[in-house]
């Protein structure tokens, strides 16, 4: 488990970036699935769980997870949801409720107020970095009483710019949205690449937040020991796992 420097300085808070390792999935989910949409078993995946449960000192119903779809939809918690939102962003001041955030290469992003006491966990791939998530899941915190220099955000493992290659009608969306989008591209060897940490830091930069803190782990790569759609593709594997990441006002 990973934690932010930045986060870690308020004792209330419980928080981690989970990678792949010590849980109970074996194959191609070993080992710490957290993946409910996955074809894991579900008897693995809830002792998942409950292990990163006990890492954040939650209890597994005030775990929230959402059920993501690359979206910019921000939910607000103030109680525990029947069911899992439809969404990628969740926002609460609630004690004791464990906001989860599962990925394989998208950007897991963590926001704290710590004048108003209160987080938002953030599932940012390139759809909802260009549908502007981060932005809209800001506003929410703003309308709440969130001052944009109290926040602190921090940005966790993700696929880097060397493992992230694009086509060209990728480049032109994000360059038709906005021409200064270009340099969050490279070439190498003819190659497109994207950057997609520093582009959402550009985002949090543009809105005005300064407190921003970027976990430099790529997911693709073998060795940091995480779950990666891409890799798994490469790999041509038939389903891959999800890491977690959970933030909970104590």
Same mark, same amino acid.
């Given at each position: 488990?990973? $934690?932010?420097?930045?986060?870690?300085?308020?004792?209330?808070?419980?928080?981690?970036?989970?990678?792949?390792?010590?849980?109970?999935?074996?194959?191609?989910?070993?080992?710490?699935?957290?993946?409910?949409?996955?074809?894991?078993?579900?008897?693995?995946?809830?002792?998942?769980?409950?292990?990163?449960?006990?890492?954040?000192?939650?209890?597994?119903?005030?775990?929230?997870?959402?059920?993501?779809?690359?979206?910019?939809?921000?939910?607000?918690?103030?109680?525990?949801?029947?069911?899992?939102?439809?969404?990628?962003?969740?926002?609460?001041?609630?004690?004791?409720?464990?906001?989860?955030?599962?990925?394989?290469?998208?950007?897991?992003?963590?926001?704290?107020?710590?004048?108003?006491?209160?987080?938002?966990?953030?599932?940012?791939?390139?759809?909802?970095?260009?549908?502007?998530?981060?932005?809209?899941?800001?506003?929410?915190?703003?309308?709440?009483?969130?001052?944009?220099?109290?926040?602190?955000?921090?940005?966790?493992?993700?696929?880097?710019?060397?493992?992230?290659?694009?086509?060209?009608?990728?480049?032109?969306?994000?360059?038709?949205?906005?021409?200064?989008?270009?340099?969050?591209?490279?070439?190498?060897?003819?190659?497109?690449?994207?950057?997609?940490?520093?582009?959402?830091?550009?985002?949090?930069?543009?809105?005005?937040?300064?407190?921003?803190?970027?976990?430099?782990?790529?997911?693709?790569?073998? $060795?940091?020991?995480?779950?990666?759609?891409?890799?798994?593709?490469?790999?041509?594997?038939?389903?891959?796992?999800?890491?977690?990441?959970?933030?909970?006002?104590?």
């Amino acid at each position: 488990m990973i $934690k932010s420097k930045l986060i870690s300085k308020y004792r209330n808070i419980s928080h981690g970036f989970f990678n792949k390792l010590g849980g109970y999935s074996d194959g191609i989910y070993k080992s710490l699935n957290c993946g409910t949409g996955s074809k894991d078993k579900k008897k693995n995946i809830n002792q998942n769980l409950q292990k990163v449960c006990k890492k954040i000192i939650c209890t597994k119903n005030k775990l929230i997870l959402l059920n993501q779809i690359h979206s910019n939809k921000v939910f607000s918690i103030g109680k525990i949801p029947k069911k899992r939102p439809i969404g990628d962003a969740l926002i609460t001041s609630k004690n004791k409720f464990a906001l989860g955030i599962l990925t394989a290469d998208c950007a897991p992003i963590f926001i704290y107020d710590p004048n108003m006491k209160i987080i938002a966990a953030i599932h940012s791939g390139w759809k909802g970095a260009y549908k502007k998530i981060v932005y809209k899941t800001i506003n929410e915190l703003k309308k709440k009483g969130s001052n944009i220099h109290d926040l602190i955000a921090v940005i966790g493992p993700c696929i880097s710019k060397n493992n992230y290659e694009v086509k060209k009608d990728f480049l032109k969306k994000f360059i038709n949205q906005n021409k200064k989008n270009k340099n969050f591209f490279y070439l190498n060897k003819k190659k497109i690449y994207f950057n997609l940490k520093e582009y959402i830091k550009n985002q949090l930069k543009d809105i005005g937040v300064k407190n921003i803190e970027i976990i430099n782990k790529d997911t693709y790569l073998r $060795k940091n020991n995480f779950f990666s759609y891409r890799r798994s593709i490469k790999n041509k594997y038939y389903d891959y796992g999800r890491n977690i990441s959970v933030i909970m006002i104590k």
